[in-house]
């Protein structure tokens, strides 16, 4: 295939996703049509379908773009030189900033809204969101692990637990539209202690008392 035609492609392709993706956090995954998204993306039907062959595709998508987009970066930092305390909370700042952006959290009530008639989109977020992020942060630990910054027995259960710690209350009170909400100092400063916790834990550092609300 000639290079212009595969950036035609991809174009669409994009365009595609982008309109999807402004449809199911307006509309919810149910309402939205293939005919809807369609005419947002100025393509035919028929087209979408030869680069989505399904809605719960082109949903997926849209859940793995969020999270990649936010946290694959981080998660493997090009600078391998920094202390792991360093990569460790630019990987957390990562992932505060992909579950509280407004598309992470159109994301998540999307999925609490329609879940309970409809399944599948819960288990297509949690495969793609969640597991995600969580098969992410462990790779991360594996490759800190091989450096010698630490030794982490189990890594899939130390992601588990900092992205608990990270999610604290301040997630939910997102989700629920709870305030206050706390600022960009405050969230970082909820990062950096989320990570000293964590280096407790399994970094071999002293005991720790948290001042952290969120």
Do not use: W
């Not at 970066?73 to 990987?91: I, Q």
């Amino acid at each position: 295939m000639p290079k212009q035609e595969r950036n035609i492609n991809q174009q669409k392709s994009d365009a595609i996703l982008k309109s999807a993706t402004a449809l199911f956090l307006k509309d919810g995954f149910e309402k939205t049509s293939m005919d809807a998204i369609a005419k947002k993306a100025g393509v035919t039907k028929q087209t979408i379908y030869s680069h989505y062959c399904s809605k719960d595709l082109l949903f997926t998508r849209m859940i793995s773009d969020l999270c990649t987009r936010h946290v694959h970066s981080k998660a493997a930092p090009a600078n391998a030189e920094k202390p792991f305390e360093t990569l460790l909370y630019e990987v957390g700042m990562g992932l505060l900033t992909l579950i509280t952006s407004p598309e992470g959290m159109a994301a998540t009530r999307l999925v609490v809204a329609e879940s309970a008639r409809y399944p599948k989109i819960a288990r297509l977020y949690y495969e793609n969101g969640t597991q995600r992020i969580m098969q992410l942060l462990a790779a991360f630990l594996d490759e800190q692990n091989a450096r010698g910054s630490v030794k982490i027995p189990d890594t899939e259960s130390a992601a588990s637990y900092f992205f608990a710690m990270l999610k604290g209350q301040y997630f939910l009170r997102m989700t629920l539209g709870v305030p206050p909400i706390p600022s960009k100092k405050e969230r970082e400063a909820h990062v950096r202690e989320t990570v000293e916790v964590f280096l407790h834990l399994y970094g071999g550092k002293k005991p720790l008392y948290t001042s952290s609300k969120l």
